[in-house]
């Protein structure tokens, strides 16, 4: 369990050095690029970590799609990006697809 406790550390890592690397301005600002680093650096070796028990596969999957979604709305609520219709339906496919990897599939890790 604490293999899917360190993925959703990687994960949220992930999504604060994304959303920092906007602020970074093409890491000419200090802080927000220091945040990138950290966030990055966090994300990578709690990655590692879940890879010692969670098929790289899988792992990645549930890594790529949850970022999609958790950056595009932060993107939504802190940067005033847009989504239409498709872009909502296209997220809702994406975490069906985790769901389904965690919940049906025997290729998790369970």
Do not use: C
Request: zero cysteines.
């Amino acid at each position: 369990m604490k293999y899917w406790l360190f993925l959703g550390i990687a994960i949220i890592a992930e999504v604060i050095g994304t959303s920092a690397l906007k602020g970074s301005e093409g890491f000419t600002r200090l802080w927000p690029s220091v945040v990138v680093v950290v966030g990055y650096s966090v994300a990578f070796y709690f990655l590692a970590l879940t890879l010692k028990v969670i098929p790289v596969g899988v792992a990645y999957a549930i890594w790529a799609g949850l970022g999609v979604v958790l950056i595009t709305v932060v993107g939504w609520l802190a940067f005033g990006q847009k989504m239409d219709a498709a872009a909502i339906v296209g997220m809702a496919l994406i975490v069906a697809g985790v769901a389904v990897i965690n919940l049906l599939s025997s290729a998790g890790g369970h």
